[in-house]
């Protein structure tokens, strides 16, 4: 029997949409469940609905069958034809950056007044400042990501806690999480990595070094969640491998990897001084499954692992994340004023809320409590400050009023948050 992943939160987000006159854009990193958002779980959600099943036309752009319809003079005319009445028709194309004309296309569709479009697409690239002028104002994204913890423990047969330890090993990519054995996992994540990603993007790019990107890609997997910029890592390159890499190709192959969805950057932004650090930044993978096939499974700190993961989740619940930096002033030897940095991992906003986060996975020690509470009790606003651990029985606000909680609290249920 065939195991059914919900993806309700995108759904959800997708029905929301129905009929609001705009092109409905699902995006996201390859294999993380587009398709079967759009074509099958949106798709019933219409017909249960009481949409005709005539009134739902699909097409597939990625598959040989429909080759042929990548050509806009081919496409339009059919997808013209479809449309027998002046009823609503629901119109689901997947993969549509592979449609020549796409955007004029999408437009045409959209001009008509019987017609409601959903498309997926997996590159930023289609959705770049360019072609959302020519959209005109008519695209609506959104974006979907690997499955979450939450919906990753929907369908493990086990513990939350062997089922985080399988979690951060080997991620959300939908195939993955249902394949039945370690080995069969290890194998999809190499073979994902070689045949579709580093594929497409070198295709799309027209890279010709592809072992340069590929050195870039196993050192930001090995440095998730650290500070870095394209002179640092050009520096790695010449130790390393004695490479004459300059920062901008650098630059430009960590554009590629985000366009594929593959990495995402974020940036630092200073408390007090309330502006944004140009650089350095961090790297996350949006994919923990991912990240560690680069690196052969090694390198399993699960303290950068659980950092990344909850960046994830704050991403995949509609918050933009950044590193909070704060400069203090302390008195250092006989009395002199120094100057310090401190990190806040994660500041997040999603319209008037505002979070300040802390990851720390093991708090054993009153001096590693103090060290991660010690940017938190700095800051001198209203808003909430968090510390989420591994080993926080329940949540629970401390004396000086900050919430402390687990990591698994924190992923299984966001209204955790808000107490």
């Known amino acids: 029997m065939e195991i059914e992943i919900k993806r309700d939160y995108y759904l959800q987000q997708m029905i929301k949409r129905k009929n609001n006159g705009l092109i409905k854009i699902v995006t996201g990193i390859r294999r993380c469940g587009k398709s079967y958002l759009l074509r099958k779980l949106f798709k019933n959600a219409l017909l249960a609905d009481g949409v005709a099943s005539d009134h739902i036309i699909e097409m597939a752009f ?10 806009p003079k081919v496409f339009y ?12 028709y629901y119109i689901l194309l997947d ?3 592979m449609l020549g004309e796409f955007v004029s296309v999408l437009n045409g569709l959209a001009d008509k007044k019987n017609c409601d479009v959903y498309v997926s697409g997996s590159n930023a690239k289609f959705l770049s400042r360019d072609i959302a002028t020519e959209f005109g104002g008519r695209g609506d994204e959104i974006h979907m990501y690997p499955l979450s913890f939450s919906e990753f423990m929907s369908v493990y047969d086990g513990n939350k806690y062997d089922g985080w330890n399988e979690y951060i090993s080997y991620g959300g990519i939908p195939l993955v999480v249902l394949a039945n054995t370690e080995e069969q996992k290890v194998a999809l994540l190499d073979n994902l990595f070689k045949e579709t990603y580093i594929r497409d993007i070198v295709k799309r790019n027209k890279i010709r070094n592809v072992g340069e990107m590929e050195a870039l890609l196993n050192i930001l997997s090995s440095a998730i969640g650290s500070l870095t910029n394209p002179n640092k890592l050009k520096n790695t390159f010449k130790s390393v491998g004695n490479s004459k890499i300059t920062p901008t190709t650098i630059t430009k192959y960590i554009e590629y990897l ?3 969805f593959l990495v995402e950057s974020a940036r630092r932004y200073d408390i007090k001084g309330k502006s944004y650090i140009g650089t350095p930044l961090k790297y996350y993978f949006m994919d923990m499954g991912l ?20 960046y994830n989740e704050l991403r995949m619940r509609g918050y933009s994340v950044d590193v ?8 250092g030897k006989a009395a002199k004023a120094v100057k310090k940095q401190l990190e806040v991992d994660f500041i997040c906003r999603k319209g008037s809320k505002k979070y300040y986060i802390q990851s720390a996975y093991l708090l054993e020690t009153e001096e590693k409590i103090a060290q991660e509470l010690r940017p938190l009790l700095k800051i001198h606003d209203s808003f909430k400050k968090i510390v989420i651990t591994s080993n926080t029985p329940r949540p629970f606000y401390n004396e000086d009023g900050i919430l402390m909680m687990s990591v698994y609290d924190f992923l299984l249920n966001a209204e955790f948050l808000e107490i």
Request: glycine share 2%; charged share 35%; net charge negative.
């Open 62 to 71: 990625d598959l040989y069958d429909n080759i042929e319809y990548r050509d």
């Open 77 to 88: 005319p059919w997808i013209k034809e479809q449309l027998k009445d002046d009823a609503k």
């Open 95 to 97: 993969e549509v950056q």
């Open 258 to 260: 985000e366009d594929a």
């Open 291 to 310: 990240r560690n096939a680069r690196i052969n499974f090694r390198q399993m700190e699960v303290t950068h692992s659980m950092e990344n993961v909850i």
């Open 324 to 331: 909070g930096n704060l400069t203090i002033v302390e008195n």
